[in-house]
């Protein structure tokens, strides 16, 4: 394959004809905000958040889906994208109901971070509080669709990765949802093999393992009443 | 089939035509007001009458006045008579031996009629569009003829450059430079896709021309698949059009039938055959990334371009996509010759424009105009203006992709750079025209409220920013919103513009964006106190918050 050679961020590098903009990113250590890629599975370029500015392209492209060209000019940081990633994920957190407090995923979700990396310190939306359901019928996994941001990495690597196709996006717009077959209850999947991939594809809480979430977290009420009459009692024997 | 056949079945159509045709309009529009109870009546009454060997009565596609429909016409008289009932036809049938009737006459003289130049629509409201005869008779697969036996695919592809020809869907691409492209892709299998999924609020150009001449559309199809390659095309065309479907099909079989399509057509090598897929009710399918996912039997979503259909379409094949009304303009250009279609219109414009009038005005309907003529000449002297004495205030074109143009701009030319300098655009031809009762915070509500419908849920920005500017727009309607809304509201029409995957999220904004330029006061006068006063990003001032 022949090499090509283009400027990011004023750095020159060169690369394989057929890389996407990201890849070239990523091996010359330039990070660039992603949701929906996820290394594995094909791009979609849904989440906007890698959009970049490409000289002579009066369009903002997807550095996840765009391929590379002898001599382009990509820049991927510039007031204007860092504002409108932002805003991106402002409309995320805005859209269902993302409460990093009692989440599963708090500490370790993807939108989370990029929140933080992004600078995005609050919303300025105001939040439409949707009323979403939660699945947990299967055995070892459950779906939560407040959590979910519709980036359907699990749809693709539940089809082209397990090959079992159980995951699927059924509606459109803001009603859109990931469905269990021909919107099963989980539990009730014949195709599902229990894997778990799309769990640990999951950018967010959406998806979890059973056991994790803060409801199912074991409390030890008799310690309380033990710290209690310790300190009001001076009794240090249960 | 030969030419000679060809012309035979024409000479035949045109030696059996009857000394007098009484033509009822067969479209959607007037069959939805009983037009085909009208027609049968007709016929009854000139069987009765003892006129059967002299008067055909005959079922036409679009008449273009539709709010007068049912239309009937008389061409001994010259004569067009509107909202004819099933009840008139005995009536009519008299007056052709003298007898008078008290049904409403149109004008066939008044400017809507008058000022159209009909390329597109030149068999509308004329031929029978369930009979491929009477297309042939009217000159119909001669063009096809003429490029399969005579020109090269390389001299279609440059007498399309040459006509000028734009893609009538909306956006405007010069389709002999898509045509050259996808000609040049070396694959051994490409495809050419007719798109008629017409999905803009009070649009019909589209409809009323695969209802009135579907044969000119499979006709402009087979010359685009002999230019660029392709032996095998699709029509995308919604499920809401179910008279448009059934003309296609009737239409499709005829032409098999005669050997116009299919293997051998015309004793040359080419072969060509079309197929008909029905959508589901999605209007992003009408996005042609979005379209060919459907087609291949996918959820219909779009994807990033590039690549391109013309590189990389229908299974990765080279595919060729053009509009309805584009691909009916191709027949005419290669008839009468490149030239003649580049004499007319504007410099950047050429041909004519279908549009379908909608909304505050007198004469609804569809009218062709040649590029260049002025809005003001179209709703006005052709649409009559606002009804019973209404000042028009502002036209929609481009309908949820498109903007508003004011009254002030009414002398604007029609064309696709001057309708995009205003903030609106060309679109694929629906004309809604609004009057002095009409709030512009209320249209671009709407507007935007059907883009929150319709957007796929793909991308971040078209599926959760629509329903913040949607949320917005309907705070500051109903008087809870603040400057801060307004200008949240604009932050994110530019955001949503730049950053939507597909053409529906760019556009969607285009309504409240145009509405907010030439309407700002009508938002402005909605808007509350900011009960915080200016502030930054939601941050209150020190000063307020000791206060409180």
Known sequence: ?238 | MVIDDLNAIAEKEQAARKKTVIRCCMAAGCMSSNSETVKKNLEQAVKDAGLADEVEVRGVGCMKLCCEGPLVSVDTQDALYEKVTPEDALELVKTLKGGKTKVKRGDFNHPFFKKQLSIVLTNSGEIDPERIEAYIAADGYQALHHVLRELTPKEVVEAMVKSGLRGRGGAGFPTGLKWGTVAKTQSAQKYVICNADEGDPGAFMDRSVLESDPHSVLEGMAVAAYAVGANQGFIYCRAEYPLAIKRLQNAIKQAKTLGLLGSGIFESPFNFNIDIRIGAGAFVCGEETALMASVEGKRGTPRPRPPFPAESGLWGCPTLINNVETFANVPPILRKGAEWFAGIGTEKSKGTKVFALAGKITNTGLIEVPMGTPLRQIVEEMGGGAPDGGKIKAVQTGGPSGGCIPAEALDTPVDYDSLTKLGSIMGSGGMIVMDETTRMVDVARYFMEFCVDESCGKCVPCRAGTAQMLHLLEKILNRQGTARDLAKLEELCDMVKNTSLCGLGQTAPNPTLSTLRYFRKEYEELLQPDPFGPGRNGEAKKSQLATK
Request: with cysteine.
């Open chain 1, 1 to 238: 394959m022949a090499a090509k050679t283009l400027t990011i961020d004023g750095k020159e590098v060169s690369a394989e004809e057929g890389a996407t903009i990201l890849d070239v990113a990523t091996d010359a250590g330039i990070k660039l905000p992603t949701l929906c890629h996820l290394d594995g599975v094909y791009d979609v370029g849904a989440c906007s958040l890698c959009l970049v500015e490409v000289a002579g392209m009066n369009k903002l492209l997807p550095a996840c889906t765009t391929k590379i060209s002898e001599g382009m000019d990509v820049k991927t940081d510039s007031e204007r994208l860092r504002k409108y990633r932002r805003m991106t994920l402002e409309l995320l957190f805005a859209e269902r109901n993302h409460v990093c407090a009692v989440c599963v995923a708090n500490g370790h979700c993807e939108l989370q971070t990029l929140a933080y990396s992004q600078g995005m310190d609050h919303v300025r939306y105001d939040y439409s509080t949707p009323k979403w359901s939660v699945d947990a019928t299967h055995r070892l996994f459950g779906m939560d669709h407040n959590r979910c941001i519709l980036c359907a990495r699990c749809v693709r690597v539940c089809w082209h990765i397990e090959g079992a196709g159980t995951k699927n996006v059924s509606g459109r717009g803001a009603r859109a949802t990931i469905i269990t077959d021909l919107n099963q209850p989980w539990g009730d999947s014949e195709t599902c093999t229990a894997c778990g991939k799309c769990v640990m594809s999951c950018p967010t809480g959406a998806l979890f393992h059973k056991g994790s979430t803060a409801a199912e977290m074991e409390h030890d009420r008799d310690k309380l009443e033990f710290i209690v009459n310790a300190r009001e009692k001076k009794q240090w024997l249960p």
